[in-house]
């Protein structure tokens, strides 16, 4: 299965909140039916362009992807660069 960046991180922002604490990767695969080693993958690719910070042995959605989400863009068209070119790639 295929999981855009945007539903991605509002999954994050909305089940933070619910549970007042980080997300892990089987929360994501389990949500998305996606392998483990696939939601470590789309949360390493979130962190590379800040949109996400470990915290403890999880994740936290960041202010930056608060706001991206608070610009009500439609799925469309909001894009996510999560290449190479975002701070942190190689």
Do not use: W
């Not at 999880?58 to 989400?69: F, H, I, K, Q």
Request: net charge negative; hydrophobic share 35%; charged share 30%.
């Amino acid at each position: 299965m295929t999981v855009t960046p945007h539903r991605l991180l509002e999954f994050v922002v909305e089940t933070y909140d619910e549970q007042n604490g980080p997300l892990v990767q089987s929360d994501v695969a389990a949500q998305f039916g996606l392998s483990k080693a696939e939601a470590t993958r789309q949360f390493d690719r979130l962190h590379d362009c800040e949109l996400v910070a470990t915290e403890g042995d999880g994740y936290r959605p960041t202010v930056t992807a608060r706001e991206l989400l608070e610009l009500d863009i439609d799925d469309e068209f909001m894009i996510v660069d999560t290449g190479s070119d975002c701070p942190g790639s190689p």
